[in-house]
């Protein structure tokens, strides 16, 4: 779906790699850094960074100045699902020092902007434009609502994207899994149900355990459309934190190419 994605909007083509990089300070651990240098058709060079455990984004930066300063400028993101998929620049600031004859990448900090532009692909329609800057920032908002209350509860921090579905596709959604796979009591005598995208949600579950400005989103089946079309977006949202941590500070790294 990712390359499938590219191709279409002419991505893949766009950039070549200079060269590339692998952080040192675990090696093959799936938090490993890497680094690319990226040239444009224009001959203008910047830096990508990926990492094996979130391979729905990548964030760039400036090719470093004369005194090695690089500056963080957005995290791009594509990712696909059964339903299309949803592409977006989310402008970032920050700054650090990559040092490529030392092999020392160190970043002070990184914070999110907005979201500058995106696409989305959902079924047979394609939205481009406003119209998917406005959709795609209004998901985000609920995405980060949604993992606002999800870092409020008390649970094991998840390991990768299978372990947080696995944990929280029943808490959310108990009404569209089989009986086995529903959480125990999240059904009570009097409960009241409401039926939207054709299945009947119970809005005194809704009440019992979500935070209020969450109830009218379950309710419309608008959270289940977010995490049927956007699984990654929202453990990426989850996973921020450690995002930061894992690129601010020191970070070691050899040349692979």
């Not at 944990?167 to 086995?180: N, T």
């Not at 999240?186 to 039926?195: H, L, N, P, S, T």
């Not at 977010?226 to 989850?238: K, M, V």
């Amino acid at each position: 779906m990712e390359k499938a994605g590219q191709i279409l909007d002419g991505t893949a083509f766009e950039e070549k790699i200079i060269a590339s990089y692998k952080s040192l300070n675990k090696v093959g651990a799936v938090s490993d850094i890497n680094i690319f240098i990226v040239e444009n058709k224009n001959s203008e060079q910047s830096l990508i960074f990926t990492v094996k455990k979130y391979p729905m984004m990548k964030i760039r930066a400036s090719f470093p100045n004369e005194d090695g300063i690089i500056y963080i400028s957005s995290l791009e993101y594509l990712a696909g699902s059964t339903h299309g998929w949803n592409e977006y620049t989310l402008d970032l600031i920050g700054t650090g020092i990559l040092d490529l004859e030392n092999s020392i990448l160190d970043i002070e900090e990184i914070e999110t902007v907005q979201i500058s532009k995106g696409k989305i692909h959902r079924y047979d329609t394609r939205i481009t434009g406003n119209d998917a800057l406005t959709a795609l920032r209004n998901r985000r908002d609920r995405i980060l609502a949604l993992v606002d209350w999800i870092n409020l509860t008390n649970i094991p921090a998840a390991q990768n994207l299978n372990d947080f579905e696995k944990y929280w596709k029943p808490v959310l959604f108990p009404e569209i899994l089989k009986k086995k796979n529903k959480p125990e009591g999240w059904e009570q005598a009097g409960d009241i149900y409401q039926k939207a995208e054709s299945i009947k949600w119970n809005i005194s579950y809704t009440e019992r355990v979500f935070s209020e400005e969450l109830w009218p989103v379950r309710n419309s089946g608008t959270m289940l459309r977010d995490w049927e079309e956007a699984l990654s977006w929202i453990y990426l949202e989850y996973e921020w934190e450690n995002i930061i941590a894992l690129f601010c500070g020191k970070t070691i790294f050899e040349n692979i190419k």
